[in-house]
């Protein structure tokens, strides 16, 4: 067996199985209603305000796209992380958390003509001035529409990936004992 192959216990593979049944189904509220709310999006909130102070050392520009940036680099690390600790289930969650992400990025951005969106304090667009100094104000709707299906495509890549490592897992398991009886070959 591979050394990145981990075997659960029954609780844990359940426990896990029903993890990525959770994270499916609250995604796909999520996804029927991105511009609505969640307690999630106060964590990427923090993050996000968070980004704008780490990145001010390169400038305006990079400072306001600082907010997105640790936004979207914080679960890709942590996904990282997990997945160099070989809990590859695990990384599938920072993975599900990264989608969930780019939905509430896309929200924004699609606000940026508008900008009707309440922000910290008050203050400035992120997305309205960066778009506007690369001259693509006017595809707000695209850029963000395009950044929702990227948060699709990972959700899916997540919640598909997280079913799939556990019930494999169950499968390698499963059969491990009829190898040991035939002597490590299967007939």
């Known amino acids: 067996m591979s050394s990145s192959v ?28 991105p511009g609505s709310y969640s307690w999630l999006d106060s964590l990427d909130l923090a993050i996000h305000e968070t980004g704008h102070l780490v990145f001010a050392f390169g400038g305006e520009f990079l400072a306001l796209l600082g907010g997105t940036l640790l936004q979207l680099l914080v679960p890709i690390a942590f996904a990282f992380a997990l997945w160099r ?10 993975l599900w958390w990264l989608g969930q992400s ?39 709707q695209a850029i963000g529409g395009a950044v929702f299906l990227l948060g699709v495509l990972i959700y899916g890549i997540a919640i598909v990936a997280g ?4 019930t494999s897992v169950a499968q390698v398991a499963a059969k491990r004992p009829i190898e040991r009886q035939t002597g490590g070959t299967r007939e």
């Open 6 to 33: 981990r075997e659960y216990s029954p609780v844990e593979r359940r426990w896990r199985l029903g993890l990525t049944a959770v994270l499916a189904v609250y995604g796909w509220v999520l996804l029927r209603s």
């Open 85 to 94: 600790q070989g809990d590859r289930h695990g990384a599938t969650v920072p």
């Open 102 to 140: 780019c939905w509430n990025v896309s929200v924004y951005i699609k606000d940026a003509r508008a900008q009707e969106l309440p922000l910290v304090g008050g203050g400035e667009h992120d997305w309205a001035i960066l778009l506007g100094e690369l001259g693509q104000l006017p595809r707000d």
């Open 163 to 166: 079913w799939k490592l556990v």
